[in-house]
């Protein structure tokens, strides 16, 4: 599939924004009933995250200024649902923020409606995926995991980058191994699921079932077609290998060391900075693998099998 | 609205023989033509006139080359034969593509089962065309919004029309007669009749979308040219081109010419 860079933006940004969200309704959930200068910061970076993705996924569509009718059809389509939630939950977390700053008033029930929009919102950008039968990588539960996974990672990862104390370092640190531990599982599931997943071949594309072999002879057409460049995607895919190790050590392993060191060390700030940015970094690459290595069924009409 | 409507009682559809298609793209050609014309915006091409022209198309034809097997499954490889394979919109009972959309623009009909695009509504997001298996919806790259075969809804209801113009411009233009259009839902039309004496078949069944559109497999070959027999039963032809048996005034010139030479 073709890696759009306004879709790797968005999904990375809006993640990290509505991961950042979902923490702090956490925490104020937990009894933490007034917001410092520290949380207020962490919010409006969530927000400004979650609408610049926002923003940021418009730019693909072909006709922008119709996206706000995307929010009509919430009853079938993920796109729709995530769409409305995500603006529901800026909304509600903006109405938070300014309700404290107002008049210094925490609701408790407002964090909770806004924790679980949320994490819809979450769920639903993963869905848009999941749901996508013809993409047998995509697939799957586990990129809903993966999804949420990253999401309160990268979302942790900013927290503790704005207010390195040991708590925020130890949740960052959580976060980053269960993200991987998804993802991991996530590759290992793909390496083992080619297009025939769900048994779709050249034969059943074509239905010539009958014949001991079926292969493309002629192409309908000499150039590139919409279909080829955007399912067909296949530039870069022979440096997938060494991207993966990229997404891995940059996204994960060495994050993972700055952030033990900022435990070990209690010199925190500096780690946990310096461990955000890589996080958010191989998060971006491993977003771009994930468009760049699916392959969907159509590419049985183009010769691959 | 992107619900799918009731199972429809008229499933309007195409029948696609692959024993007859020759491959020669005047549907697909006829199909551009008609609907860069005809419903919604025009089907764009981009660079027409450069190196690495490209555009939208509601229907392609590709070939494939298909080896049959024998009776125990052995791969008869000299009997090899090109399939011809158009391939467009296959108006899916249900069809991902419409329950995908965001804004509502894709719909499949109540009343005949045609999969459409409002055009108006598009963002021209591209998720029904993720969603679909077969690859039947293009983007058009000029106006934005999602291109797909309309089974020319503008042709088969239109009044202007003589009553023999009224079907799809692909099965109109198509030479061989290898593209029939018909109600599929209906068991006694001709098109149901097809399917199921020439055991026609679905494209891609393992992926649920219960598509309309059929397609009738290539007829095999008679045994008179199944390769354990054809060695025997073809004359030597260069031999034969080689014994000159002409008659006539024809053939006395040709020996003359060889004598002189």
């Known amino acids: 599939m073709h890696p759009a860079s306004s879709v790797i933006f968005f999904t990375t940004a809006s993640g990290a924004g509505f991961g950042i969200m979902s923490w702090l309704c956490v925490a104020i959930l937990m009894g933490h009933y007034t917001l410092t200068p520290h949380t207020i910061v962490m919010g409006v970076i969530g927000l400004v995250l979650a609408g610049a993705g926002l923003l940021s996924s418009t730019l693909h569509l072909g006709n922008p200024q119709r996206a706000w009718r995307a929010v009509s059809q919430w009853r079938t389509s993920w796109l729709s649902r995530e769409g409305i939630l995500a603006v529901l939950t800026c909304l509600n977390f903006a109405g938070i923020l300014a309700l404290y700053l107002t008049s210094g008033v925490v609701l408790p029930w407002m964090a909770g409606s806004c924790l679980v929009l949320s994490l819809l919102t979450i769920i639903a950008t993963a869905m848009i995926y999941a749901q996508i039968k013809p993409v047998p990588r995509w697939h799957t539960k586990l990129t809903v995991l993966c999804y949420l996974g990253f999401s309160t990672s990268t979302g942790m990862a900013v927290i503790a980058s704005v207010s390195p104390t040991r708590y925020h370092v130890y949740l960052a640190f959580g976060g980053l191994v269960l993200a991987w531990v998804f993802k991991l599982l996530w590759w290992q599931r793909a390496s083992r699921t080619s297009l025939s997943h769900d048994g779709s071949t050249t034969a059943t594309a074509t239905g010539l079932t009958g014949f001991s072999s079926v292969k493309l002879f002629e192409k309908p057409h000499m150039t590139q077609n919409y279909l080829m460049t955007e399912m067909v995607f296949e530039i870069g895919r022979k440096h997938a290998a060494r991207l993966r190790q990229i997404a891995l050590l940059a996204g994960g392993l ?16 500096g780690f946990v900075m310096l461990s955000c940015v890589m996080h958010l970094i191989g998060v971006g690459v491993e977003r771009w693998l994930f468009f760049a290595e699916a392959e969907h069924v159509v590419a049985l009409y183009y010769g691959k099998s | 609205m992107t ?21 020669c793209h005047a549907c697909a050609v006829n199909c551009k033509e008609w609907n860069t014309g005809g419903y919604g915006n025009a089907l764009s091409d981009q660079d027409a006139y450069g190196s690495e022209p490209s555009g939208a198309w509601l229907n392609r034809i590709h070939s494939f080359e298909a080896v049959p097997m024998d009776a125990q499954g052995t791969p008869q490889p000299s009997d090899a034969r090109i399939v011809h394979f158009p391939k467009s919109c296959l108006h899916c ?59 020319c809804v503008d042709r088969i209801y239109n009044e202007n029309l003589p009553v023999e113009d009224r079907e799809p411009a692909c099965v109109k233009s198509c030479p061989a007669n290898a593209r029939h259009f018909g109600d599929l839902a209906d068991p006694s039309s001709d098109v149901s009749v097809m399917v199921a004496s020439r055991g026609g078949f679905d494209l891609m069944p393992e992926q649920g979308n219960k598509p309309v559109n059929k397609y009738l497999p290539p007829r095999t070959k008679t045994s008179r040219c199944a390769s354990q027999t054809r060695d025997d039963e073809v004359p030597d032809l260069v031999s034969l081109a080689q014994n000159n048996q002409s008659t006539g005034i024809l053939g006395w010139l040709d020996r003359t010419l060889d004598a002189i030479s």
């Open chain 1, 254 to 269: 060495l994050p993972f060391i700055c952030l033990g060191l900022a435990i070990m060390t209690g010199q925190t700030a």
């Open chain 2, 3 to 23: 619900m799918l409507p009731p199972e429809p009682t008229k499933k309007l559809g195409l029948v696609i023989d692959l024993d007859i298609c020759v491959g």
């Open chain 2, 93 to 151: 009972d249900d069809a991902p593509c419409v329950t995908v959309c965001p804004t509502g623009a894709s719909y499949k009909r109540a009343e005949d089962g045609i999969v459409l695009v409002n055009e108006d509504h598009c963002i021209g997001c591209g998720l029904c065309a993720w969603s679909c298996a077969y690859g039947a919806r293009e983007m058009d790259r000029a106006s934005g919004v999602m291109k797909k075969c309309t089974l």
